[in-house]
């Protein structure tokens, strides 16, 4: 059975929802939804949402597995940070001290989550997003009100990275994700599918419809109408055309400025830019971005593609994919940046529910599994007794029938147990070897003996030069390797090897000129009992 999935961004314009469906290998969009927040003047921007989302499951109730929500990228603080060590236990451990020097607050006053960037040789590049702990209880507890209790709660702009997973952008190169919003724009850094970095800039199409009415001096409501229907950023000289160019160069600064920042960290240059936002309507925007930037510029399109079942894609394209981002959080967990606001006391708690069922489960289980374990024990201990004894009874008649009288007397009523056999069978071994071991030394000289008596018939270094190699003492039988100047000398050393007592059949053998003209040959002879 698929899983249902519900991703979701609350931004200061909207409610955006997308609804999908996970299968074991795919899935695919089944509905999206947007939900424009309203009496904005009345509630704040937590009620409003809270609001739109109350009102959206009493007119959809959607039943589903979990969900995931983005936070605005301008209610996250992002840093960057430089650690010289790369285990994620010693990162865990330091992340809260070290971002304590560069925040006003304590560790404990904030809730955060980071994303290791990259591993560089024994450092690590590690982006910090964090929020105050009061600012993101007061947004949980306004989402669960409205009927929402999200499992992962990240951020917009770092969700917008797990677009990458999809097909709907490069898998190689570096370029940017700009996500014009109301009332902010999000810069996303990527390189391939790997996230590099992130900022949130405080200019959106709120700031164009402002710079409209200011201009045109009408009503917001009638500036909101004028720039989607006739607003475009061009080089006319109209008070419309030139009151967006304003917002739109403020907006390029702003952009150029991160871009700098961007290059500075030694970043490779960016190769394009992806439009997406309700702002990326604007006509002339992508023009506008691709001369000043010099780069290409084209809308960002995650709806061509198989996943898709949605009938009015057009309207929807340029919204969706924060909504989209989110809902691949849980789609490719494993692939996609894994940060989420939502641990320690804000953990998910259907988790934690499920956690107890499990270890309730595993108890029960277990004292199962020990009490089987236990019946097993005692049966196969049984059965194991039987065998040992009948072994027991074996070897005993083994070792009575070869060694005779043991320990154990014949006719008596203890058995020989195989422990008592080995021993019986290691002292009459024992027994046997030193006899062996008496007569040998009766029958001929030890190895000491015969390499001393070898040193004796060796003649002097002054009548012969002579280097013994390979040696092998044998129970009767001696044979040695070596090298000498000429054959004489092996005759010699023969001769004086045969006046040695003990020494019989001297012979020589494999006598052969080496490289350097030395006379390589062998020598063996049998040793004669003494007594």
């Not at 009345?42 to 009620?47: F, G, P, V, W, Y």
């Not at 970095?197 to 109408?225: C, D």
């Not at 739109?248 to 970043?267: I, N």
């Not at 940060?339 to 108890?363: H, V």
Request: charged fraction near 20%; hydrophobic fraction near 40%.
């Amino acid at each position: 059975m698929p899983q249902s999935l519900l991703g979701v961004d609350i931004g200061s314009y909207s409610v955006k929802i997308i609804h999908v469906e996970r299968g074991l290998s795919e899935f695919k969009i089944v509905n999206f939804f947007e939900l424009p927040l309203v009496a904005a003047e009345l509630l704040n921007h937590e009620q409003a949402g809270s609001a739109a989302l109350t009102k959206f499951f009493q007119d959809h109730p959607l039943k589903y597995d979990y969900a995931v929500m983005s936070l605005p990228g301008n209610l996250v603080a992002v840093r960057y940070l430089e650690l010289p060590f790369t285990k994620k236990q010693k990162i865990d451990s330091v992340i809260g001290l070290e971002l304590e020097e560069y925040v006003p607050f304590e560790s404990d006053q904030l809730t955060m989550d980071y994303h290791v960037i990259e591993r560089l040789g024994g450092l690590s590049r590690v982006l910090v997003a964090y929020l105050k702990v009061e600012t993101f209880k007061k947004n949980l507890a306004t989402l669960q009100a409205g009927g929402l209790d999200p499992r992962y709660i990240g951020v917009d702009s770092i969700d917008l990275s797990h677009l990458s997973q999809t097909n709907c952008l490069p898998t190689q190169g570096t370029y940017v994700l700009l996500d014009v919003g109301h009332s902010k724009t999000n810069l996303v850094f990527m390189r391939g599918n790997r996230l590099r970095a992130v900022r949130t800039l405080n200019v959106g199409g709120l700031h164009f419809t402002q710079s409209l009415q200011e201009a045109l001096q009408i009503p917001y409501a009638e500036a909101e109408e004028h720039k989607h229907s006739q607003g475009q950023i061009s080089d006319t000289t109209d008070a419309g055309s030139v009151a967006l160019k304003q917002v739109a160069m403020r907006l390029f600064h702003e952009v150029k400025q991160t871009l700098f920042a961007y290059y500075e960290r030694g970043e490779a240059p960016i190769d394009a830019l992806y439009l997406c936002g309700g702002g990326s309507r604007l006509a002339g925007i992508d023009q506008f971005f691709s001369n000043c930037l010099r780069v290409n510029v084209s809308p960002l399109d995650v709806l061509d593609d198989h996943y898709t079942h949605l009938s009015d894609r057009e309207t929807v394209r340029p919204i969706i994919p924060t909504a989209f981002g989110a809902a691949l959080r849980a789609i490719f967990p494993g692939k996609v940046v894994a940060l989420n606001f939502r641990q320690g006391d804000f953990a998910y708690k259907r988790d934690i529910e499920q956690l107890e069922g499990s270890f309730k489960k595993i108890g029960v289980l277990a004292a199962t599994v020990a009490f089987l374990a236990l019946v097993h024990f005692i049966s196969s201990y049984w059965i194991l007794s039987g065998r040992v004894e009948k072994l027991n009874k074996n070897v005993d008649k083994m070792v009575r029938n070869s060694l005779g009288d043991v320990a154990t007397p014949k006719g008596s009523s203890k058995i020989l147990t195989a422990s008592k056999a080995l021993t019986e069978l290691t002292n009459k071994t024992k027994t046997l070897k030193d006899k062996l071991a008496k007569m040998e030394n009766e029958q001929s000289m030890s190895a000491l003996e015969v390499l001393k008596k070898i040193s004796d018939a060796t003649p002097n270094r002054e009548e012969v030069t002579i280097d013994v190699g390979e040696l092998n003492i044998a129970s009767n039988r001696v044979s040695f390797k070596g090298k000498t100047t000429s054959y004489d000398a092996v005759a010699k050393i023969q001769a004086n090897l045969q006046k040695q007592p003990g020494f019989q059949n001297v012979t020589t053998g494999d006598q052969k000129k080496g490289i350097n003209d030395e006379i390589n040959f062998t020598i063996s002879f049998d040793l004669a009992a003494t007594n």
